[in-house]
């Protein structure tokens, strides 16, 4: 009887080739294109459709740690991650990300394709293989471009971010931490003038109690510059740099940081860094943005004004706001005839660089990030270590703002035109140093040398 039973039993739990069918008509009740595209979202996703709960949290619980970290990363804003970027090791680490995490999305793709599909292939239907061939190329497509994205940053910080001559020691902010300066220097370059000249300098600097961001402008006719060591350098200021270079034995810093210290020494205080591009570089990097806005003054009308790669000649522009490529803002920049002074140009030259900012950090310069960073890369020197360049957007932010940004172009009274009998017949500017002292004070506060 106990074994009459036992048999029972048995005959009532053994699998039959209905049973069978059951559980395969469960399985084939998933959709394989569904899961695959589940999946595609999030990894992980099609498992769990599928009814594979286990391996659903083992492709999913990792990209949930990604993006966790990722998200962490860019709290501080989407600059601050890029800034991230420009350290070498840090856009290394993304690039492999990238691979890495494309890969096990397309794992994840295919084991949700199968746990969907179960045993029996034949019902995958002709949707299924397509989609999985759809999505997978999407996925390579993505994750190879953002790799390109992350090797551009990494292949554009080792030649942007370089040493100046004096070390890192000398880099950093040097007013207790109250205040960041940066000197930007626009390098006239071009091959065929045998030399280089900085047409601009631009001290820019920002007050870390208030926010408050101070925009000076220096002419670069200003000779006879009282110098750090008690000197004078006889010369005009655009000049110091490739004289420097020159003579290595009177200036041994190095041309960029003598001109970073000895600008620092005219406007009463310390210049922690300097961002220097040169005009052609310039003129690439505004075409890599898609070009830049301005607000003009007053009409320009430049007969003499030479395009050199354009087929053009003359420049003219109307007051209003007006959209410019490359060639159109240098010349905008660099016209001398019926646009007014060297000093409106240097306003000009502030304004340029603000809106550029502006583009370089618009969304939709985004598609561009390749060409702006190759364009960077061969224009732009800077001796911001790349692990420090939060700090230097910060000051890029406030400047780009507006808000509490000051602009002054150096004039009248702090410089002037002394008579050319007394200059050999050169026009210069000459800066009449209490004034200076004064201006300093007014603008930096006790931050200047001159307020002790």
Do not use: C
Not at 135 to 154: G, K, N, Q, R, T
Not at 324 to 337: D, M, P, T
């Amino acid at each position: 009887m106990k074994q009459a039973a036992r048999t029972g039993r048995m005959q009532r739990f053994r699998a039959t080739p209905s049973t069978v069918a059951s559980s395969a008509a469960r399985t084939l009740d998933r959709s394989p294109a569904l899961a695959v595209t589940l999946s595609f979202v999030w990894p992980g996703l099609g498992q769990w459709y599928a009814g594979r709960a286990r391996r659903a949290l083992l492709f999913a619980l990792p990209v949930l740690a990604l993006v966790v970290i990722v998200a962490l990363q860019a709290a501080g804003g989407l600059e601050r991650l890029a800034a991230l970027l420009f350290v070498p090791s840090f856009s290394l680490a993304a690039m492999v990300v990238f691979v890495v995490a494309g890969g096990w999305r397309l794992a994840a793709m295919v084991d949700a394709y199968r746990a969907a599909l179960g045993r029996a292939p034949a019902r995958a239907g002709r949707l299924a293989p397509i989609v999985v061939v759809a999505l997978s190329s999407i996925v390579l497509v993505s994750h190879a471009l953002a790799a390109s994205y992350a090797y551009a940053f990494f292949h554009a910080g080792p030649r942007i971010f370089v040493s100046d001559g004096q070390g890192a020691a000398a880099v950093g902010p040097s007013t207790g931490g109250g205040r960041l300066t940066a000197l930007f220097v626009g390098v006239d370059s071009r091959p065929w003038r045998g030399w280089e000249n900085t047409d601009t300098l631009l001290v820019v600097s920002l007050d870390r109690t208030d926010g408050t961001v101070t925009m000076l402008s220096l002419p670069r006719d200003i000779a006879e510059l009282p110098l750090s060591d008690g000197t004078i350098y006889d010369r005009r200021i655009n000049s110091l740099m490739s004289f420097a270079a020159a003579h290595p034995e009177r200036f041994p810093a190095g041309p960029t940081a003598t001109l970073r210290r000895e600008v620092g020494h005219l406007i009463g205080i310390p210049i922690d860094y300097y961002a220097s591009v040169d005009l052609p570089g310039l003129l690439a990097l505004i075409d890599a943005v898609g070009g830049v806005e301005v607000d003009n003054e007053s009409p320009i009308r430049d007969s003499t004004y030479k395009f050199e790669r354009e087929d053009r000649g003359g420049f003219y522009l109307d007051p209003g706001v007006h959209h410019l490529n490359g060639w159109e803002a240098i010349a905008y920049v660099r016209s001398r005839k019926d646009g007014g002074s060297d000093l409106l140009r240097a306003s000009r030259q502030q304004e340029v660089l603000v809106n550029l900012r502006r583009k370089l950090t618009d969304p939709g310069t985004l598609l561009r990030l390749p060409a702006v960073l190759s364009a960077a890369a061969e224009a732009v020197r800077t001796n911001v270590p790349a692990e420090e360049l939060d700090d230097f957007l910060a000051l890029a932010r406030e400047m780009g703002d507006g808000t509490n940004t000051v602009r002054h172009v150096l004039g009248p009274p702090q410089i002037h035109h002394p008579p050319r009998a007394e200059t050999g017949g050169s026009w210069i500017y000459r800066v009449r140093m209490e004034e200076m002292a004064r201006l300093s004070v007014e603008l930096f506060g006790e931050d200047s040398r001159y307020a002790d």
